[in-house]
């Protein structure tokens, strides 16, 4: 079965989901965006408003201020990045996910990762992160590091664009600046 096949009968699946509180609330499923055969697969918190009203990841102004680094870095959203969160539903209010809501959402997680097969994960944000990294870290101080994840995949944490909106500057060392840093790290990392 090709990737192509295997992800969108996933999707039907999330589609007519309703394991956890946030699938009565939904009014789009938010299964991804971008190339199933990229080597790289970034994992967001949770949907927001925008993207529970069209389906799709990263479409608000956060997603596309992320769009705009990731170009800016060298990269290309559409062809380099497979893109999803740890829930399929948006959150009421854009709260941050609960451990049972992620935890039972998982699977379809778990089974994107397997069928995309990326070389490179990037957890974006701290509550992604902390998702995959353990409750106790600090964003701040791990951004822009290497892990590795689930079954030895390498992993980098950036910071979350809608932080980033509120940090205007692009000066050497601002938050901006070192999540540009840390796309060309990744950008390095798919083409060794
Ligand atoms: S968030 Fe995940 S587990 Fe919960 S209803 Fe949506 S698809 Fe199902």
Known sequence: MSK???????????????????GSTRTNIVFS??????KILLIGEAPG??????GTPFVGRAGKFLSKLIEESGLSRKDDFYICNTVKCRPPENRVPTDEEKALCENYLLSQIKTVNPKVIVLCGATSAKSFL????????????????????????????????RKHSEDEG?????????????????EQ
């Open 4 to 22: 192509e096949v295997e992800l969108n009968k996933l999707k039907e699946e999330c589609n007519n989901c309703q394991k956890c509180i946030l």
């Open 174 to 190: 601002s938050p901006r600046w070192l999540t540009k840093e840390d796309l060309k790290k990744i950008k390095e990392f798919i």
């Open 134 to 165: 353990g409750k106790k870290i600090k964003i701040s101080e791990i951004r822009g590091k290497w892990f590795k994840i689930f079954d030895g995949i390498d992993a980098m944490v950036i910071l979350h664009p809608s932080f980033l909106l």
């Open 33 to 38: 965006d971008g190339n199933p055969n990229a």
């Open 49 to 54: 408003a925008d993207e529970d009203a069209t």
